[in-house]
């Protein structure tokens, strides 16, 4: 799940394992081929490395972290002397130093990054398959409700919306919720690394007699549009003609429809309780209440605290940080914004190649990114008169709770709302976990897909608000 998470953000992570490496010697042992094994850090890590070695040209060497959704990393380089293997990187302040073993199915070494030890063991080939992970949130049939697959307009953007529709037993009428997904193409069930947290959250709300509608966004599976072009303004226009559908279906109170967002997606539900018609009530999971560039500041800092990155380096890439998001934030035309954008992304990462670099700062110069670099939520909250439950892991490393939860009930509360409840979720992630480190590549380690104590609250809140 791309969680408002940047292509920036997911590569200065992800070179937490990676690097920049050196070059190949002649007449040393053949390490050509693929590696595997786990860095012990404290969040392990899968390392594959595969390495190449062309009769007349350098050793060549990629990295892929499957956690960290990183694949074949280009590295600058290896150097082999005799049974020893060296990968360095002077810009991360990492250093590799392995020996072959006798029969060549092994490297046996030390990984070092900025003043820390972690013994590291490669094993020539790939790693085994992992066994399918553990769900047992996901709802097995025969399930006690309907479920129905179902298409709605957006009259604005004239483009089909498809998605799912589960109805209590019984006859109705029911209250119901609209899910909203966050920001990275999302399907209807926002699914990641196996985990599909809004099946999850629409199986409970439905055994509990609360009508859900999901739906894959613009673009995505089975509905129409085009998402790479889209703000979130324009998912916001989606959202608000899934609750129009919803109001009108047979066995629907329509008084009683309400919208739950993730995310982006919470930022989106709070933006539509200050438009015309607004949801009878929203729930906000990890919702953003500061501007974009605030919390893009915020969140690669934490996410690059907990992963282990020393403080002279934390430092450095936030005022890289800053100095990019001001360029595109003032510099309007894209290729120009390239342009200046490039050479300090080739600084902050000198491993990576210029092809890559510039596919980054083009996504940052997206549609999307530039609309949620100036997006700031807090006039529009003065305007919201539904009541809230806005909700936040003290884990969330994407969206910091004790940034984000003051900052949505200080703006509901401005405008006289007084239908506000705050709370903030010990031990949860992003996704209301219950989490260890609350880094992205946790989620997938993890069985439990939402915190139970999380879903109990949010169906207490809206039974509470939706009684007749």
Known sequence: MKRIFSGVQALLCALLLSGSFGATAQGSKSVAGPWNGILETPNPAQLIINISEPPNGPRIAALSVPQQKVTDMAFSGAEMQGDSLVLLSDFLGLRYAAKLSVDGQQLKGLWKQNGEKWNLTLTRGLPAPPPPPKRPQDPTPPLPYREQEVSFQNPRSNQQLTGTLTLPAGKGPFPAVVLVSGSGPQDRDEALMGHRPFLVLADYL??????????????????????????????????????????????????????????????????????????????????????????????????????????????????????????????????????????????????????????MATQMTAPWYRHFLTLNPQPELARVKAPVLALNGSKDLQVAADLNLPAIEKGLKAGGNRDVTIQQLDGLNHLLQTATTGLPSEYGQLDETISPAALQLIGNWIASHTKR
């Open 206 to 359: 439905t055994r509990r007699g609360v009508a859900v509608l999901r739906y894959d966004d613009r673009g995505v599976g089975k509905s129409g549009g085009t998402y790479a072009t889209a703000t979130t303004a324009d998912f916001l226009t989606d959202a608000q003609a899934a609750l129009q559908f919803l109001r009108t279906q047979p066995g629907i109170q329509p008084k009683r429809v309400g919208m739950i967002g993730h995310s982006e997606g919470g930022t989106i539900a709070l933006l539509a309780g200050a438009q015309p018609a607004p949801p009878a009530f929203i729930v906000s999971l990890a919702g953003v209440g500061v501007s974009g560039t605030e919390l893009l500041i915020r969140q690669q800092a934490d996410l690059l605290r907990t992963a282990g990155l020393d403080t002279a380096h934390l430092q450095q890439l936030r005022r890289t940080q800053q100095q990019v998001l001001q360029i595109i934030t003032t510099t309007l035309d894209n290729p120009p914004a390239i342009s200046k954008v490039v050479p300090l992304l080739k600084q902050a990462s000198p491993g990576v190649t210029e092809s890559a670099l510039t596919a």
